[in-house]
């Protein structure tokens, strides 16, 4: 069981730039949106599933495997595109997303792909689901960890909240939250939508060992996933800065990018921008 395929930096960041553009190409393939929320957790997934996680791709049911829940389901494609780069299943999977039969869902269905945890898309049920994990592992004596991708807008949902307070209660200190914090849900600013100001104080409120980070640094968010477990009785929360449609300065920053679809003109323009032309 391995946790790395690549160590550099340099490497590192050339593997979520062709993740980014990936994403734009079956974006664009399919016809289907949340491409900025997809862009925005890309390097969460690369310090996670390069640095970090011990799985065995060939081996992706492997009981004593690090599991891995993107809860935000809608940003499914970065789940498949990650999944793909580490051998999990063939990269050609990649051009049949969201199309008739493919295993690949616009958002994940049970069981549909090697390595997916977990059907998530309805917010705020990959948390609850990622402490039952954190629960069996403890009851079946395995030394796995859990680790869940939220977006700050399913940080709406009171499941998260009911999660949330029942890892610490529990001492779950093999589970981590990663808060894709990128500002914006789907019809506007997250922090005029609800009251999500200070993130970090809410987790720390709730029993949670509490970090802050740019989510846009690989080299930081694989110190902070690396303390899991950490000791101390505590789960891990991390709340990571980061920008929709990270990497493609036409898209970043922009909420239309959670329903637009890019036009043939506009992948060509991102994959000169992501340095890939």
């Known amino acids: 069981m391995t946790a790395a395929a690549s160590t550099t930096s340099a490497d590192l960041d050339l593997i979520a730039r062709r993740l980014r553009f990936k994403l734009i190409e079956m974006s664009h393939a399919a016809g289907t949106p949340h491409l900025g929320s997809a862009m925005s957790c890309v390097d969460i997934l690369v310090a996670a599933y390069w640095n970090v996680l011990k799985l065995d791709a060939k081996n992706p049911s492997d009981p004593v495997r690090d599991r891995f829940i993107l809860s935000k389901g809608h940003a499914a494609s970065a789940l498949y595109a990650t999944l793909a780069e580490r051998g999990f ?156 449609g990270k990497g493609v300065s036409f898209m970043q920053d922009d909420n239309n990018w959670h329903y637009r679809i890019p036009k043939p003109e506009e992948v060509a323009a991102a994959k000169r921008e992501l340095g890939l032309a």
């Open 89 to 244: 299943f063939p990269r050609e999977w990649l051009d049949k997303f969201a199309q008739h039969r493919s295993p690949l869902a616009e958002q994940p269905a049970p069981n549909c792909a090697p390595g997916v945890e977990l059907a998530t898309g309805s917010l705020g049920h990959g948390l609850p689901v990622g402490v039952g994990m954190a629960m069996a592992a403890r009851i079946r004596k395995l030394d796995y960890r859990v680790f869940v991708c939220l977006s700050d807008g399913e940080c709406n949902e009171g499941t998260v909240w009911e999660a949330a307070m029942f890892a610490p209660a529990q001492k779950l200190e093999n589970l981590c939250v990663v808060v894709d914090y990128n500002k914006w849900q789907a019809t506007g600013r997250s922090n005029e939508i609800m009251a999500l100001p200070s993130l970090r104080d809410k987790w720390a409120a709730f029993g949670w060992d509490t970090h802050e980070v740019n989510g846009h640094n690989i080299a930081e968010l694989t110190r902070l996933l690396g303390k899991v477990p950490a000791g101390g009785g505590k789960p891990l929360a991390i709340v990571a800065h980061t920008i929709k």
